[in-house]
């Protein structure tokens, strides 16, 4: 039982053919016009495949963070069974983000990846540490330009408040009636008169007129 619960433990897998196999599923689950921009092998240990490797690839795209993961074969084959594939997105505008930790017992470098509601704990060999650099970069970089596109918008926003709080003046050209401004601004004319101190409804061009008051 000791050698059989050993060789499941130590088991590596096809990491080659897992690959081949994870890329050609993300290559379909991609959206419309979505780009890969980096990847990199990964792998998992779950306690349902008696912590047998789980070979995948992560990838970096301009959306979000793609796991397609290849379990171990089943212990038991069935007849016509189809390959599993495990998958996972991490968006970027649903929080992703992500933490370096130690995996597999501590004997590899791995990553921890969350985002509501997703999270996965991934490990990857040293050698592959630039490429995991490179994915991570992408999240970071996508994090940061969504956060200031927000800010810029927020800044809009609050622009577009402080404009329609303004108070607004108009200058009067040759041939306006006091109605027809007072119109223009949706405002009554006896309010034009009142907020400029007028005695008649006649004004002359060149007049500068406040037609909406400051508003708090």
């Known amino acids: 039982m000791a050698v059989i619960a050993g060789l499941l433990v130590l088991h590596r897998g096809d990491a080659e053919g897992s690959a081949r196999l994870a890329n050609a599923e993300i290559a ?17 240990r779950n306690w349902w495949d008696f912590f047998r490797v789980t070979h995948g690839v992560l990838a970096a795209t301009d959306r979000r963070l793609l796991y397609v993961g290849i379990p171990p074969e089943p212990l038991v084959r069935r007849e016509f069974e189809p390959p599993a594939v495990v998958v996972e997105g991490f968006r970027y505008d649903q929080g992703a983000s992500f933490e370096l930790s130690r995996q597999f ?58 404009a329609s709080r303004r108070a607004i003046y108009h200058l009067v050209q040759r041939g306006e009636a006091l109605d027809v401004i007072a119109r223009r601004y949706g405002v009554s004319a006896d309010s034009i008169i009142a907020w400029n101190a007028l ?3 006649r004004i002359t061009a060149g007049s500068r007129l406040l037609v909406r008051r400051e508003r708090p």
């Open 105 to 162: 017992l501590g004997s590899l470098p791995g990553v921890q990846l969350t985002a509501t509601p997703a999270q996965g704990d991934f490990a990857f060999w040293s050698d592959d540490r630039q490429r995991v650099d490179s994915v991570l970069a992408v999240l970071v970089g996508r994090r940061e330009a969504l956060r200031l596109a927000s800010d810029a918008e927020r800044r809009a926003t609050e622009a577009t408040v402080a």
């Open 28 to 44: 379909v689950l991609l959206e419309r016009d979505e780009v890969v921009e980096h990847r990199v092998a990964v792998m998992q």
């Open 199 to 201: 005695q008649t409804t």
